[in-house]
């Protein structure tokens, strides 16, 4: 059968609007997790000739405390080294088009849930960018998601179109890329007991003798799994216990954010409820559709049931997942959504069909979500930046430099954004991606690594600079760039403010600061007999010199060396001003920074 126009048509707006909103994190880095995922099934198993290694899929493992068994994932991994090696940009380019071949999946399955092309073309667009997406398109690790959901929704497909036998091996597949696909046998029993007609027996016997091979492939992955892990379940060992409070407020929560993902540090408050309206209407109608006695005009009863029934099975196996209210704010952990989302924009299709002025509700629900997804995007894509302006700045550096390199304000999470692990007190350049030297010579330090810094600065004065280090932060980020520049170290210090009391080093981190956060100052301070009554006053003033505002604190109470940390609140009136940060302890006072908010 040969597409139609319309069907292009559809494509390109689906790719368009995919590479519109990731394109800018193609060029990005690896970050966090990936280098766990990739380096240790890719670069580990990098020779795919090798069949030896598959014995790590069936050979029981040790140390797997977490209980994931995903061995599509991890070969999708094995293979793509062959092709890609340490360039991130493929694998990158490996999870957009599976997004975009989701987003087309559901189109077809719209078509054959009996919505009518427009509605169907819709849904497809509104997963394209749906705004719980970012994290998963963009960041490698949560190639779990993407790859599970692609093979969830061909078997769906194929289960639709009765290919009931074909549509086992795109289920063994879901299954082993991640333990969400769990929920696809329910999925598939729910549209078979409602699309089936008869009596409540006859649906019953029909639905089992459909799906009954499904679950017998649930229970050889889950034989399978103890084999190769020795447990059956498993979760995040930082997940609240079930049945606690924190549990229960958390998976509310989790159904909340399903229906209105927004990350509030990126956008107005206007935009949850836009969305809340929006996505909360389409499940109204949804509702509505179920009920009435008689089908709809875009889709039948039983239709909407398998909507519902899809929403709450893809949400249940999330449970375990260590999802907070926090996320709700910062979008973290949004990769979790993913599965779930296909019954959202399904809903919206369904109500786009059944509307009026199709057209207008069309422009409004397009408009919203990619508004809400482009600054839901903006973490994701600043944080790649910065990982590949690392990669660059290390592999310059290292090429031209027999000096150390100390790199500083390195985020470790950025409004929701991974970017380096917090395993170790300081990040590490990973190898195979940087030689040995590299590793060796450049210093990766996060913001929540400060005082460590602080000491490196520290010991590199104290050396008189003769071992050459050079000291760099991380100043700005965007979608396109990130710039990292060198940190001032002078003279100036240690200052000798006291008898009792010496400033060796401070310094005050700018990278995101904004109007509305807090700006903190940094310092390690060498204390003598009980020096800790003297005030410290962190000030922020304008180009005149008037105070804006200022805090006042008392140094360590007990001798010996120390890292002090002041924060000051910067008011939202500060936005768009420039103002400079001074420090006065014991009658002196120093400008330490300039910033411009």
Not at 85 to 105: C, D, E, I, K
Not at 115 to 123: E, F, I, K, R, S
Not at 440 to 465: C, K, M, N, P
Request: aromatic share 10%; charged share 20%; net charge negative.
């Amino acid at each position: 059968m040969t597409p139609s126009p319309r069907s292009w048509l559809l494509v390109a707006a689906v790719l368009a609007a995919a590479l519109v909103l990731y394109g800018p994190s193609l060029n990005g880095g690896f970050v966090y997790d990936d280098f766990g995922y990739i380096y240790a099934f890719g670069w580990y198993f990098r020779d795919v000739s090798n069949f030896e290694m598959l014995q790590w899929f069936w050979v029981p493992r040790v140390g797997f405390a977490m209980g994931t068994y995903r061995p599509v994932l991890e070969l999708s991994y094995v293979f793509e080294w062959d092709l890609w090696g340490a360039n991130p940009f493929g694998y990158r380019l490996t999870n957009l088009l599976l997004h975009v071949g989701n987003a087309l999946l559901i189109a077809r399955i719209a078509l054959r849930l009996g919505m009518m092309p427009l509605a169907a073309g819709c849904a497809a667009l509104l997963f394209a960018i749906s705004p719980a997406h970012p994290e998963t398109c963009t960041w490698l690790s949560a190639r779990v998601n993407v790859l599970a959901l692609f093979f969830m929704l061909l078997a769906t497909l194929m289960f639709l179109r009765c290919n009931l036998w074909l549509s086992l091996i795109p289920t063994a597949l879901a299954l082993g890329s991640k333990e969400t696909a769990l929920a696809l046998p329910p999925i598939l029993s729910a549209w078979a007991l409602v699309a089936t007609e008869g009596s409540v027996r006859e649906r019953v016997v029909a639905t089992i003798k459909a799906t009954v091979p499904h679950w017998l492939l649930v229970v050889g992955f889950f034989a399978l799994r103890y084999h190769t892990l020795g447990v059956i379940g498993g979760s995040y060992p930082d997940a609240p216990d079930v049945g606690s409070l924190e549990f229960v407020t958390s998976r509310l929560w989790l159904q909340y954010a399903t229906l209105a993902p927004v990350n509030e540090l990126r956008n107005p408050e206007f935009w949850r409820w836009v969305l809340m309206v929006l996505n909360g209407s389409a499940f109204t109608v949804l509702l509505f559709a179920v009920v009435r006695t008689r089908t709809g005009a875009s889709i039948s009863r039983a239709s909407a049931l398998f909507l519902f029934a899809w929403i709450l099975c893809a949400n249940v196996p999330l449970y375990a997942a260590p999802f907070s209210t926090e996320t709700v704010v910062n979008m973290m952990s949004s990769r979790l959504l993913y599965e779930p989302t296909v019954a959202v924009v399904l809903a919206v299709g369904f109500l786009v069909g059944c509307a009026p002025r199709r057209g207008l509700l069309i422009g409004i629900a397009v408009a919203s979500y990619f508004v809400v997804a482009w600054n839901n995007a903006g973490p994701w894509a600043e944080s790649e930046r910065i990982a590949r302006a690392v990669d660059v700045v290390a592999e310059d550096f290292v090429a031209t430099h027999d000096a150390p390199l100390l790199l500083v304000d390195l985020p470790d999470v950025f409004d929701g954004a991974f970017l380096y692990a917090n395993r170790d007190e300081s990040p590490r350049l990973m190898e195979p991606v940087h030689t040995a030297k590299a590793v060796a010579q450049v210093t990766l330090v996060r913001a929540s690594a400060w005082e460590q810094g602080l000491r490196l600065i520290d010991a590199h004065l104290d050396s008189g600079r003769a071992d050459g280090l050079v000291v760099r932060r991380l100043e700005r980020a965007s979608r396109w760039s990130a710039e990292i520049v060198d940190e001032p170290v002078d003279d100036r210090w240690p200052l000798r403010v006291t008898e009792d009391l010496t400033v060796r080093c401070a310094r005050c981190p700018v990278f995101g600061l904004r109007a509305g956060g807090e700006l903190e100052l940094q310092m390690l301070v060498d204390s003598e007999n009980g020096a800790g009554a003297l005030p410290l006053v962190l000030r922020l003033v304008d180009d005149t010199g008037a105070k804006l505002d200022e805090f006042t604190r008392g140094s360590t109470e007990a001798d010996g060396r120390h890292a002090l940390r002041m924060s000051l609140p910067l008011r939202s009136e500060l936005s768009g001003r420039r103002v400079h940060v001074e420090l006065s302890v014991g009658g002196r006072t120093e400008r330490l920074v300039s910033i411009e908010l």
